[in-house]
């Protein structure tokens, strides 16, 4: 069973382009959740998706940010008009249930670490 | 919004030694709290989870201890060993994953 995918591994970007980040989770989980982790920080939540619908997005700047998880495909994080603060490394994780079920683990890709030059 | 503290920041003990992380949260409607560990560069990896239902759960040498009450909850790691060396983090669940600001365990040889 593969686990979480995430792609590009890294993602080199000059100020003012588009960054689209590609995710597709583990086999078999339906729930995608996407976070940010600064340098030297913690992770952050953005935002938490499943297939064709978000579900929370409290965490998403509310300009430039957009986040997708179509009935086919990979989810997709899209940053237009990249700023250098938008360096820093984007995860997702996956889980077979969400938080109105039973509680679930959430596994986590490799992460994608976008540089905005 | 839903808050969550971790302590010590930084944590260095000598390998064999235990070593413990500290957390607590404020959303009382939490029912789920993992830890993972990331080492330089790499994924988060979850090491141990507890439920709200239940007050601790082992691992081999990884404990977590969960008090409701308090809103506290730890990790255990006893018997250190050097690649225990990484960041830890904890989180707390309402709905979504909300993190502490990480633990940095070096365990020294």
């Known amino acids: 069973n593969a686990g979480v995918m995430q792609n590009p591994r890294h993602l080199v970007r000059r100020r003012g382009q588009e960054a689209r980040l590609r995710c597709s989770p583990m086999k078999g989980h339906s729930h995608v959740y996407w976070y940010r982790q600064l340098p030297e920080e913690g992770l952050k939540f953005m935002v938490y998706?499943?297939?064709?619908?978000?579900?929370?997005e409290s965490g998403m700047p509310k300009e430039r940010f957009s986040a997708e998880f179509p009935k086919e495909g990979p989810s997709i994080l899209r940053i237009q008009q990249v700023v250098r603060g938008d360096s820093a490394a984007y995860f997702c994780?996956?889980?077979?249930?969400?938080?109105?079920?039973?509680?679930?683990?959430?596994?986590f890709g490799p992460g994608t670490r976008l540089t905005v030059t | 919004g839903e808050n969550v503290e971790q302590h010590p920041s930084t944590l260095s003990v000598q390998e064999g030694d235990s070593a413990v992380i500290k957390c607590t949260y404020s959303?009382?409607?939490?029912?789920?709290f993992p830890w993972y560990k990331q080492e330089l560069g790499k994924r988060p990896q979850l090491i141990i989870d507890i439920r709200s239902n239940v007050g601790e759960k082992k691992d081999q040498r990884i404990a977590v201890t969960l008090n409701k009450t308090a809103k506290h909850f730890s990790l255990h790691i006893t018997e250190t060993q050097p690649e225990d060396s990484a960041v830890y983090f904890c989180a707390s669940n309402t709905g979504k994953l909300i993190f502490g600001q990480g633990t940095t365990l070096q365990v020294k040889p």
């Open positions: 959303d009382s409607a939490s029912n789920y």
């Open positions: 994780a996956s889980s077979p249930r969400g938080f109105s079920t039973s509680s679930y683990e959430q596994y």
């Open positions: 998706l499943q297939k064709e619908n978000i579900i929370d």
